[in-house]
Structure formats: structure tokens, C-alpha cells
């Protein structure tokens, strides 16, 4: 006889709750299930998490919600219930006392693959998705670094989004009261003011040239009602009890009589020794005052920092720990950045300042405007709330760089928090690292860098993107050489593209320059066919937050062209055998319908080669990406023997 018994002082933490072994194969030979007690705290929610296994809960003791997808049940004790393969579930326990269970799960493989059929990814996006991007700042143009980052990705997000039919928008702009704006303006003896709108307009013109066109701008230093609106935000947040005024040691340059935070000061971290300014380090992430750097300096004349006493608004982020907590719990992020989210979280987080002495950005009195973080939280908050009032709920997806980490997945929730708009924060975000050129970093102060206008009149805006598609610092530092910026238009899936497409020249004089209906159907027709369909569906699974890829979209799509042109190859010597007629014809009209297919999925990488091909199968509006293909109508007129392959420089999709 084997026996267990409940025994609290023998459970382990997991899942967020107490968990104790109980039965399982390894204790009882060919048992076909494994289980556990199970404890939940009073007042506290398990893991929200999926597995393959299918699960069933007996409830022994306590109250409590089981919440599976978008379902809940309260239960209590005797109560049951099961929960199916892959699907997303945790236990509330809203009680004084534990919620106490057993649970018994097991492997069941034909329900788990009949469950994923279920959650296709194309069923699971949202039907509206705003799309999120870090305005860039206006004290210089682009480089392909900047573009690396998050805007081509997101741009890339959203174009895929329409084509499946949902609704997107793109929302970013230009960070005009950054404090490098008033650096450089500084540095050049000119206004910040003049400094913000001349490279904000060209910042915004080399994203359009990218194929990069957001339906909201948020451009602070052109908007007349800007001002008011954040003062009014910044009331909202200085009423919260996390939020008192102080007088702290400042970093200051008697020289320059300017007191030091961001861009005004140069040191290196505390923590990681990189070089980093003032309030944040690049490169390990973590969030600093500028008079805590060491050897700081001011970066306008190079004297050694002091300090002095200011007066300011400061914000506790450490009161709203928990509130940051619960809501990362609901959220996707990005590995990295929820690494570094909860080690911070677990050092404790710091008090930050709302408000700089600084003459540039929204004034505040007493010689100080707001700081350039907090404007840029409270503008993301007020166009997410307008988009929401204007367009309906929409599930925000936020794209950042890792080096922005704590300012948009710290500083920006706890500001929400503060104001009381929480339910306009992004409840996905997606990083990046960054792009290396050669082995370093890009930098223009070294003119270590390729600027994204020049790169873009020289290969066109489909070899640009592509190869920033395909090295996108995902997850790593990854890296592009001097002598492949120099031939962006050689990319394999450019160059393969273009032959396979090239081809159908010779396809259009078998099918008379129009498309054949189907005939006779072999399985490689068939398989082939399946192809199509499936690998539409993989590239879906590339474009959840959860799952975003660029990289592996870019490399799944070289595998498509492959596949098409070796399905070509072993077909063309069928489709001339007299007694494979009707065969031909299925051959001819998959060649065509793949054809369709590659400027869908396409699309959202090489716009312009996607409508190219488009037009020339007289194929009108913007692609659709169809959940199972159809082919196209039969006697369709083809527009030419081929697309149109001109390279597309300097054109804007």
C-alpha cells in the first residue's frame, strides 16, 4: 500500500503557490497520470501559464477563481474542474484562507495537437492593435542602427496586421524636449526649438523613405496644446500620495551655471563602468541620479560636476512595486527587459525626479520644466488614450529599444499608475539590442556610422529593409559590415526573388498570358498546395508579440522562394508532356497562386516588390492574407510575361 498525506511543511514554491508530490509513475509502475497538492496562498494568484498536458483540479479546502482563457469559476470544496491543453489559466484567491487542491494532469498527444488546431495564430490577433514606437530624438538624422531598432520592425507588425484584415496603427513621433535636443543646441549656438524641427522633418522624411509611415505623430514642440495638456497630466500625478516635494544635491557645472542630469552629463556607471549620461546606462539598462556617476563631468565643457541643493517633485517608484508587479503579470515582455525589470524591482526601486531647472520643455515655475522622461510618458498616455476615444479598445504593442527598458517599462506604468490611466498602458513589449556596425556600436560623434538617407537612395528602401529585417538585434547585439552595406541589394531572398519572379516570362507563354483554372491534381500538386497554406500559418505564429520575429519571418520566406523555384523546376518538364494536360494546368495555376501568396507575406518586408507583383497580376488594393488560399480566377489577364523587377530606389511604398 502506498499512502500521501497533505503536509504544508513539505511543499515546495512553484507557479506561484505551494506544491507537494503526490502519485505519479514514478511511484506506481504504467500510472497513467501524474499529480500534486496544491496550495495558494490567501490573497495572492498562482502563475498565470500553459502546458500540453490536460488538467483537473479537486478542490479540498478554501475559495477561490479558476480562470482559464477568458473563462472563470469560483470553486470550493469537492468542486472539479478540468482544463484543456494549452490553454492559459492560474487561481485567483480572493480569500482569508488557503485554497487548497489536488491536482492530476497527463499527457494526452491527440488532444494537445486537436487543441492547437483550435488556436491558430491568425485567430488569436486582435482585431484593433495600436503599435507603438519611442519618438526618435531630433538632434540628428538616422543611421541604419536607429532603424535596426524598432521602427522597420514595427512597421513590419503593422503592414502584416492589415493584411490579415485587422485594423492597425502606427504611433510614434519626435522627442522634442529631450535633453539632447538642448545639447546639441548648445553645442551648435543655436535654439533647441530650431534644433527639434529641423531634424524632427528629416527624421520623419527618412522614415517615409523607408516605407515607415505612422498614423499618429506626436511631434511636442509643434503642438500648441502640448503644454497644457501635460501640466494637467503632471497635476494628476503630483496629487498621488508617492509624489513630495524635496531638496536633494544635484549634479551641477559652475562653469556652464547648468545643473546636470541626461545629456548635459558624462560619466561612467556605478554599476557596469560603461561610459553612460546622467539618469540611465546604455548599456546594462539600470536607472542612476548624474551625481552618482563616477569621474562625471559636464558634457558641454568637459569641467568637473559639483553639487548643489534643488528643490523638485519626486516620485516614489518603490510605493507602486506592486502595482508594476501585477501588471508585468498580465503583460508580455520581452525576456531581457523582464530580467531587468525584476532585479530592479527586487533591489527596490528608486525615487525619480519629475522636474528639471532646465529652460527647454513644458515649464513648471521656479526655473524648472518637466523632466524629458516624464513629457514623453504623459504624451505616450495622452495619444494612446485619444487613439482609444477616437478608434474603440485596441491592444497596445509597444517596440523599444533594450537601452530605453526602464524608462518605458518602469518610469511610463508608475506614471499611469499615478494619473489613474493604467488602462492605456501597452500590455506587450517587444525589444531589441542593437546593431553593431563592424564590431562596434554605431557612433556619429565618431563617425563610426551609415546614414539611413544615403543607404536608402542607394539599394532602395525593400534591400534596406530587408537586410535590417534580417539582422534585427533581437534578443542579441547582432551586427552588419561596412562591405555588405555596400551591397544591400545582393540579400538571397532579394536576389532569389527576383530570378523566380524574372521566370514567369517563359511561364506566360505556356498559359497564353493569363491564368490557367486547375485541371488534373497530382500529390506533389497537393502537397505542394499544402505548402502554401502552412507555411502562411507559420509566418502568422512570427507575428504575435509573444513570438515576433523578423529574423525567422525573413528566413521562412527565403525558404519559400526555394521551395517555389524547385517545385517549378520539377514541373516544367511535366507541363510538356502531351498526355499531362490537364495537369499542366494545376501546375501553371499553383506557379500563379504562389506568386499571390509571396506578395502578401512579402509585403510587410518589401512593400514595393510586393506591389509590384501585385500589379502585374491585376491584383487591386492591399495585399490580403488569406487564412487558406484561393486561387486566382481562371483567365486572368497578366499585366505583362513578368512583374516589373526595376529596382525600386529611392521609391517610397
Known sequence: ??????????????????????????????????????????????????????????????????????????????????????????????????????????????????????????????????????????????????????????????????????????????????????????????????????????????????????????????????????????????????????????????????????????????????????????????????????????????????????????????????????????????????????????????????????????????????????DLALTFLTAAKAESEQGGPARITLFLGYDNSFFYAVLLPILAFAADLADHLPVAFVTNQFLHLDDAKFSTSRGHAIWADEALAAAGPDAVRLALLRDAPEGRVTRITRERADRLGQDPLYVGARAWLGDFAALAQESGGQVPGTGAWTDAHREFYRYLNLTTHQLDGLLLPESFSARGYVRLLESFVDRAAEFRATERAARAVPSLAEEARTSLALEYLAAKVFAALAWPVTPELARRIRDWLGLPGQPVRETDWSFLPSGTRLAAAAPDLAPAVGAHP
Open 1 to 374: 500500500m502506498i499512502t500521501r498525506a497533505f503536509d504544508r511543511s513539505a511543499m515546495s514554491w512553484s507557479y506561484e503557490m505551494h506544491l507537494q508530490p503526490l502519485l505519479s509513475a514514478a511511484d506506481i509502475e504504467g500510472l497513467p497520470f501524474g499529480s500534486v497538492f496544491g496550495s495558494v496562498p490567501a490573497r495572492s494568484v498562482s502563475k498565470r501559464h500553459a502546458h500540453q498536458d490536460g488538467e483537473m483540479f479537486i478542490v479540498l479546502g478554501g475559495t477561490a477563481f479558476v480562470v482559464l482563457g477568458d473563462e472563470e469559476r469560483e470553486l470550493g470544496p469537492g468542486g472539479v474542474v478540468y482544463l484543456s491543453p494549452f490553454g492559459y489559466h492560474e487561481i485567483r484567491n480572493e480569500s482569508d484562507e488557503a485554497f487548497d487542491i489536488v491536482s492530476i494532469y497527463w499527457e494526452h498527444i491527440p488532444s494537445a495537437v486537436e487543441a492547437l488546431t483550435k488556436i491558430s495564430p491568425s485567430s488569436v490577433l486582435p482585431e484593433r492593435t495600436l503599435v507603438f514606437c519611442p519618438p526618435p530624438t531630433p538632434n540628428g538624422g538616422l543611421h541604419l542602427g536607429h532603424l535596426a531598432g524598432p521602427y522597420v520592425r514595427a512597421d513590419m507588425l503593422v503592414r502584416a496586421l492589415r493584411s490579415a484584415g485587422r485594423e492597425a496603427r502606427y504611433v510614434t513621433g519626435t522627442d522634442d524636449h529631450q535633453s539632447h535636443v538642448a545639447a546639441t543646441a548648445l553645442l551648435r549656438g543655436t535654439s533647441p526649438a530650431e534644433v527639434a524641427a529641423t531634424e524632427g522633418d528629416a527624421i520623419l522624411a527618412t522614415l517615409a523613405a523607408a516605407g515607415v509611415e505612422p498614423d499618429r505623430l506626436t511631434r511636442p514642440g509643434t503642438d500648441p496644446g502640448h503644454a497644457e495638456r501635460i501640466r494637467a497630466l503632471l497635476d494628476r500625478v503630483a496629487a498621488s500620495p508617492s509624489v513630495t516635494e524635496q531638496e536633494r544635491e544635484t549634479a551641477y557645472c559652475p562653469r556652464c551655471d547648468l545643473s546636470l542630469h541626461q545629456a548635459f552629463s558624462r560619466g561612467f556607471c556605478a554599476h557596469c563602468l560603461a561610459s553612460s549620461d546622467g539618469e540611465i546606462c546604455e548599456a546594462c539598462g539600470r536607472p542612476n541620479e548624474s551625481r552618482e556617476l563616477t569621474d562625471l563631468e559636464c558634457r558641454i565643457c568637459g569641467t568637473p560636476a559639483v553639487t548643489r541643493p534643488e528643490r523638485a517633485l519626486w516620485l516614489d517608484l518603490n510605493a507602486h512595486a506592486g502595482q508594476l508587479r501585477d501588471h508585468l503579470r498580465t503583460s508580455y515582455t520581452s525576456p531581457d527587459l523582464l530580467a531587468l525589470v525584476e532585479r530592479l524591482l527586487d533591489e527596490g526601486l528608486p525615487s525619480y525626479r519629475l522636474a528639471r531647472r532646465t529652460e527647454w520643455g513644458v515649464p513648471v515655475g521656479d526655473g524648472q520644466a518637466v523632466d524629458a522622461w516624464t
